[in-house]
């Protein structure tokens, strides 16, 4: 069998995969979001945190949690970084440099998990468990909760209470997340990817270093990475490296595990809002995208020009022989299109185009299906705008889901969708405004251009992979690809749960004759076009810089 046709046979069983667990595992995340139960050990943390489980929080306190919870998340990270020589299992490793600290922190507390560094030669056994892996689980959470607020947005009238933050996030935790990534650490482990506390013998044939690299705790922090929570990885080949991803089996695996939860989201989004036939038109948007970028990330890498591809039957530089272009376009389409950041070729080494359309997919929010939970509020935000737009083609004020949306709404969205593209082209424009900071690319001309462009794109949009190339750890990067980060990640949310608390004062207003039906064809292609012409044309001029005009000389 071709590796071709082995990668679009995996492509249809993971469709197949994802469409089996879209209407129980959304399900099953609105029950746990909705539900007035609490576990005894949830209530149990409430008492040690001195919550009160039962009480609902305005918007403005929903965002004071998030941010509070999320800097002592970056203190504490940024201090046991700092200490991990004086640690347990501190292997050795050498106190972390204070920029690449702050980095490295920002980066997993905001679910970017952007490395600059290697981590199995930069990190020890406590920072990655006690810190990381730590961060990967509650970083993601605080995602979903920020959807679960703004979907309460819709669903509840003439109240400013859009849930508990601290509830959320411990629900999410302890009955979505966790349960999930212990079943399938146990299944990669019977499949080959390595879990132990040993040291590993030397990894200079597989690897090309010299030094003897220690081992860790691979398979727990791969289901982890690929749950769209990590885009690092214990080793610097990521999921190209045998000991993260052994098989085509488990590449498959990750593939679906980075998607499930998001493509189940939506059809919480339905069940919560009384209304499945809305979920289905969010995911149907979703899987467009998706299957869009797969299908050209595959034609770019697999027919590009050339007589070195064509004998080797498609771009095989930078890929891991053992996937091959097929399944390798696949995942790369899936990583980028959300905020996992996990590779299992160098994204680098692309074709132009190949390489241009990962940098487009974040550039368009990460919304297909995005990460979790910031896809869907993301995908959420562009409804709105695509509602509004379409009440000015009629003349009549546009509603959503029984919802005016007015001059505030249309406001806090307009902000949400400005907000990130202002981050990435003034970072990027900054740093190839200095020459010192040119001087870490790689390549120069459009590629090189490339290179900063894909750096910017997927620390403010919280994605974490990188196209490489540009050296990246030096104390002016280290700072403004962290600023972009926490940038990316907060100020959005400050603008979803504004629009969450706007949403749930309003009465809602019943449906009329003049009302756009958002769970038809017709809304599914209004909302499609939003998406690629409001967000995806304010980043062409500076595609066209870079890898439109590689992919033309």
């Not at 405004?433 to 620390?459: D, I, K, Q």
Request: overall charge neutral; charged content about 10%; aromatic content about 10%.
């Amino acid at each position: 069998m071709s590796s071709t046709l082995a990668g679009w046979l995996q492509a249809l069983a993971l469709v197949g995969a994802l469409a089996l667990c879209y209407r129980p595992l959304g399900d099953y995340i609105a029950k746990l979001l909705t539900s007035a139960k609490h576990l005894r050990v949830e209530r149990g943390l409430y008492k040690v945190i001195g919550v009160d489980g039962d009480a609902d929080q305005r918007w403005p306190a929903y965002l004071r949690s998030v941010l509070a919870f999320s800097a002592v998340s970056v203190l504490f990270l940024y201090g046991l970084i700092r200490l991990q020589n004086h640690l347990l299992l501190g292997l050795g490793v050498p106190q972390m440099s204070p920029h690449q600290s702050w980095n490295t922190a920002i980066s997993f507390v905001t679910n970017t998990n952007w490395q600059s560094y290697s981590g199995e030669s930069a990190m020890g056994h406590v920072v990655q468990m006690a810190g990381l892996a730590v961060q990967n689980f509650v970083s993601a959470a605080v995602g979903i909760a920020i959807v679960a607020a703004l979907i309460r947005g819709f669903t509840r009238n003439r109240t400013d209470r859009v849930g508990n933050f601290w509830v959320d996030l411990t629900r999410i935790v302890l009955r979505l997340l966790l349960p999930i990534s212990i079943v399938f650490a146990f299944v990669l482990v019977a499949n080959g990817v390595v879990q132990n506390f040993h040291g590993f013998h030397d990894l200079a044939t597989l690897t090309g270093d010299t030094q003897s690299i220690p081992g860790g705790p691979v398979a727990s922090q791969e289901v982890i990475k690929e749950l769209g929570t990590n885009g690092g990885g214990f080793f610097n080949a990521n999921s190209a490296h045998p000991f993260e991803n052994p098989t085509g089996f488990t590449n498959w695996l990750e593939i679906f595990l980075l998607l499930v939860i998001s493509f189940s989201l939506p059809r919480t989004f339905g069940k919560m809002v009384g209304d499945n036939r809305q979920g289905y038109a969010i995911v149907s948007v979703m899987a467009i995208f998706w299957v869009a970028s797969a299908a050209l990330i595959t034609l770019a890498e697999s027919h590009h020009g050339g007589s070195a591809l064509q004998a080797a039957g498609g771009a095989m530089e930078g890929k891991e022989q053992r996937f091959g272009v097929a399944a390798s376009s696949l995942f790369a389409a899936s990583t980028t299109l959300t905020s996992t950041g996990a590779v299992n070729a160098f994204h680098d080494s692309f074709t132009p185009f190949g390489g241009g359309i990962t940098i487009f997919n974040m550039m368009l929010g990460e919304i297909a299906p995005g990460g979790t939970g910031s896809g869907l509020y993301g995908m959420l935000v562009l409804a709105i705008v695509a509602v509004f737009v379409a009440g000015l083609m009629v003349g009549r004020t546009p509603e959503y889901l029984g919802k005016k949306l007015g001059g505030r709404e249309m406001k806090f969205a307009s902000l949400y969708i400005l907000t990130t593209p202002a981050i990435v082209l003034i970072g990027t424009g900054v740093a190839m405004a200095l020459p010192g900071e040119r001087a870490g690319m790689l390549n120069s001309g459009a590629h090189g251009f490339s290179e900063v462009l894909y750096a910017f794109t997927s620390a403010a949009n919280n994605n974490g992979s990188a196209f490489a190339g540009i050296t990246v750890n030096t104390p002016w990067y280290d700072t403004a690809l962290g600023l972009a980060m926490v940038f990316g990640r907060f100020l959005p949310m400050v603008f979803v749960l504004a629009l969450a608390g706007s949403l749930a004062q309003q009465q809602p207003v019943p449906a009329s004759a003049g009302t756009l039906p958002t769970h038809k064809p017709l809304f599914v292609g209004l909302l499609s076009g939003v998406v690629l012409i409001v967000v995806g044309l304010t980043y062409f001029p500076a595609l066209a810089l870079g890898p439109i005009a590689e992919g033309l000389h």
